[in-house]
């Protein structure tokens, strides 16, 4: 196990009806002009936005709002949002929806702490300093309620890249699981693609003796093997949506993946995909990761196999270990199929046609070096055939 420092100071407020205690989290951690942060609508029609500005008016908070974030998020409202808390002398946002949203917050607060441009730190800057977030979660997916990350579109290029710090943890995160019973079921389905990805994107490692943290992802996986079917089958089974909530925290607030080397060129592949067809993420990476899995087996055949034989119940073939991880990686596929993921470029909305400006803009963009580095280093010959692999 590699030497780490874990540092994870969120307070999360779990259950049913905590979205009342939005007010009372706001001023424990010490704001007092607010920013409610938000997405295209849902959080307003749910009647979420107004219980949460009563629960900000009943500790006297004065209050702003700002709406319209998309999924996947993009710059020019992250600039809009800066502009409005240094006029406003915001001192605390509060971001509610999902990944998107939790994300824009992190970008302005981030900013508005910042002399230069928001986006030197999703150019590799690290952030040091932010405003304090706090997060009410309509949906469990990117994990951003608990991470000390965001994932931001640059419309000029449409280069989709994260930014790290911190700074940008949540002070607090409210998470209802009701909240996210008016999920339509795909968006639903993306969101346990998404957790799940992040599970193995931590699960391909190449550091040795992580017994810990590998049966702490297994346990995940298996959980989210469970509950996913049960929350397709019935949008309303609290117990299943709730714990499919902590699962989408625990998954990616790192708690599993310390002390260990890490992926994540599924997630840059994927984002390439998300910012050039704005599909969803997570169908994004039901598409992604099979094709990955596949082309990188090979470099730890029984790390595959080992997932095959613990997490999806197949039977180790210890002559020909490649056979068992590929049934692995072909249970996977299953799995997300099952959910309603799409199953290749097609269904995704994406085109061969441009997978040279897809792997173009993986390797190059926004001053990358030609490569993308995780578990395998990955050129662009590489790129281009884990690209056709999804066709
Ligand atoms: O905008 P509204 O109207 O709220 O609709 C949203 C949106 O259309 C809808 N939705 C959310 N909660 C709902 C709801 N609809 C009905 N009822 C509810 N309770 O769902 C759609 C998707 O929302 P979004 O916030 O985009 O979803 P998600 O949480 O999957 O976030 C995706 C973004 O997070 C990034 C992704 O790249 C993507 O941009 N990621 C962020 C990470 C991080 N910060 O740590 C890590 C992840 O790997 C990921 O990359
Ligand atoms: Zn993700």
Redesign the pocket.
Same mark, same amino acid.
């Given at each position: 196990m590699d030497n780490f420092t874990f540092y994870s100071p969120t307070c999360f407020v779990f259950g049913k009806d905590t979205e009342s205690q939005a007010g009372a989290l706001v001023k424990r951690f010490g704001g007092s002009r607010v920013l409610i942060h938000?997405?295209?609508?849902?959080?307003v029609r749910?009647g979420l936005i107004d219980r949460v500005k009563a629960s900000l008016k009943a500790e006297g908070l004065p209050c702003y709002q700002l709406g319209g974030?998309r999924?996947?998020?993009r710059s020019g409202l992250v600039y809009e949002g800066i502009e409005l808390c240094k006029k406003e002398n915001i001192d605390f946002i509060l971001a509610v929806?999902?990944?998107?949203?939790?994300?824009s917050a992190k970008a302005i607060a981030a900013g508005t702490v910042y002399d230069g441009d928001f986006w030197d730190f999703y150019s590799g800057k690290r952030i040091e300093n932010a405003l304090p977030i706090g997060t009410v979660l309509?949906?469990a +997916?990117? #994990?951003?309620e608990g991470?000390p990350?965001?994932?931001i579109t640059r419309e000029d290029g449409m280069f989709?890249r994260g930014a790290s710090g911190d700074a940008i943890r949540p002070k607090f995160s409210i998470l209802n699981p009701a909240?996210?019973q008016?999920?339509?079921p795909y968006?639903t389905a993306?969101?346990i693609t998404?957790i799940m990805a992040?599970l193995y994107e931590r699960y391909l490692t190449n550091t040795r003796e992580v017994e810990v943290t590998d049966r702490l992802i297994e346990a995940l996986l298996l959980t989210m093997i469970h509950e996913g079917p049960r929350v397709i089958e019935n949008p309303d089974n609290y117990d299943a949506r709730a714990n499919i909530m902590w699962a989408g925290m625990m998954a990616?607030n790192n708690s599993c993946g310390v002390g260990r080397s890490q992926d994540w060129n599924s997630?840059n592949i994927e984002?390439e995909l998300?910012a050039l067809y704005d599909c +969803?993420? #997570?169908a994004g990476l039901a598409v992604t990761l099979p094709a990955v899995f596949t082309y990188v087996m090979n470099h730890d055949v029984m790390r595959f196999a080992r997932a095959a034989v613990r997490v999806w119940g197949c039977q180790m073939d210890f002559d020909h270990p490649e056979v068992t991880a590929r049934e692995g990686i072909e249970k996977l596929r299953r799995f997300f199929i099952s959910i309603g993921m799409p199953r290749n470029f097609a269904e995704l909305g994406a085109r061969e046609e441009d997978i040279p400006a897809l792997v173009q803009a993986l390797c190059y963009g926004n001053g990358r070096p030609g490569s993308i580095s995780g578990f395998v280093t990955l050129d662009e010959a590489d790129c281009e055939k884990i690209y056709h692999l999804m066709l």
């Open positions: 938000y997405g295209g609508g849902s959080a749910s974030v999924p996947n998020p929806g999902g990944g998107s949203s939790i994300d309509t949906i +997916a990117a #994990g951003s991470s990350d965001s994932v989709k909240l996210t008016t999920l339509p968006q993306a969101g998404d992040h990616h997630h984002h998300s +969803a993420h #997570g």
